[in-house]
């Protein structure tokens, strides 16, 4: 090739990189896509964090708004959130579904941090395959959803959850 068609080829280059770069500044990423969103809960069928009985959606609050929260001991961003869910737990029923990722003593740590920290959870549960966890398509932990009266996924939210998404983003869905 010729000098010429090279430098062309490398400023061609180097402009689309420049627009992808650009075309991302603009994006929250607290506001990832949800394909769940406006569908069902997923099916499941899982144990409690703190023993062997299961759950299935049958068990979830009915006819009432309610959280699912994703979240590890192991998270940091999780621990930053948790007081928060604490208080908004005395408003809305909260569902935990713990998250062990690679840590084989999760539930050993999962259960010293709610009894350590407190316990926002309504009921608990563990997902040690990940089914539910990729059903929901999450990106990673602390991710929280807003499940309608009618049992549909009306919102989520990646990332520790604060009083302005609340405002923002929860609460005009409830009123």
Same mark, same amino acid.
């Given at each position: 090739?010729?000098?010429? !068609?090279?430098?062309? @080829?490398? #400023? ?9 770069? &650009?075309? $991302?500044?603009? !994006? ?18 899982? =144990?409690?964090? %703190?023993?062997?009985?299961? +759950?299935?959606?049958?068990?979830? =609050?009915? %006819?009432?708004? +309610?959280? *699912? ?12 959130? !948790?007081?928060? @869910? ?6 809305? =029923? *909260? ?13 050993? %740590? ?10 926002? +959870? ?7 395959? $990940?089914?539910?966890?990729?059903? @929901?398509?999450?990106? $990673? &932990?602390?991710?929280? +959803? ?10 989520? !939210?990646?990332?520790? #959850?604060?009083?302005? %998404? ?5 609460? =005009?869905?409830?009123?």
């Amino acid at each position: 090739m010729k000098k010429p !068609h090279i430098a062309i @080829l490398l #400023l061609v280059a180097f402009a689309a990189l420049i627009a992808l770069f &650009a075309s $991302g500044l603009g !994006h929250n990423p607290q506001e990832l896509p949800s394909v769940t969103t406006g569908r069902a809960l997923p099916a499941f069928d899982l =144990p409690a964090l %703190d023993d062997s009985r299961r +759950y299935t959606n049958a068990d979830l =609050p009915q %006819d009432t708004p +309610y959280l *699912i929260n994703i979240w590890g001991s192991w998270c940091p961003a999780c621990r930053v959130e !948790h007081p928060y @869910l604490i208080e908004r737990s005395a408003q809305i =029923p *909260i569902i935990g579904v713990n998250w062990p990722a690679d840590n084989k003593n999760e539930i050993a %740590d999962a259960t010293a941090m709610l009894t350590t920290s407190g316990n926002p +959870y309504r009921l608990n549960l563990r997902d040690p395959d $990940g089914s539910l966890i990729t059903d @929901l398509g999450v990106y $990673g &932990a602390p991710e929280t +959803y807003l499940i309608g009266r009618d049992g549909t996924i009306r919102y989520r !939210h990646a990332g520790p #959850l604060t009083p302005q %998404d609340w405002a923002t983003h929860f609460q =005009p869905l409830l009123d």
